[in-house]
């Protein structure tokens, strides 16, 4: 599986942003996956930002980005999304896009060592 992650760039405090994880390759279509968004700030370990289950939709947020983040995906397109809303300072970071084979319960979703498939970066920096 090839991932490409976009739509990052900057934006002011209380702006929004919308990422998009282009996935491609025959085992994204074949079988159910996980694929989620994770970020990494200078200075701070990776964590999981929001993170979705094609089998069963089952979706994890972060409580840093809940009410304010939404992770969508478009079956057509191969594409998952991830809507940032009323963005912060603290939402700076360097985000990743990931997809795993395996289909995971959601207390591991939001683990980025489940993940098997990694995207480039794409930098989300809130500033005024």
């Known amino acids: 599986v090839q991932l490409q992650a976009s739509g990052g760039g900057l934006v002011q405090p209380g702006g929004s942003l919308r990422l998009s994880c282009a996935a491609s390759?025959?085992?994204?279509?074949?079988?159910?996956?996980?694929i989620g968004w994770f970020r990494q700030a200078p200075g701070k370990e990776r964590e999981g930002v929001s993170c979705l289950s094609t089998r069963d939709s089952t979706t994890y947020y972060a409580d840093s980005v809940k009410g304010r983040f939404t992770i969508s995906r478009d079956n057509a397109k191969n594409t998952v999304y991830l809507q940032m809303n009323s963005l912060k300072d603290e939402d700076t970071a360097v985000y990743y896009c990931?997809?795993?084979?395996?289909?995971?319960?959601?207390?591991?979703?939001?683990?980025?060592?489940?993940?098997?498939?990694w995207g480039q970066g794409t930098l989300v920096t809130v500033s005024s």
């Open positions: 990931a997809a795993d084979p395996r289909s995971w319960a959601l207390s591991a979703l939001s683990a980025s060592e489940h993940y098997t498939f």
């Open positions: 390759g025959s085992t994204v279509e074949r079988y159910p996956y996980a």
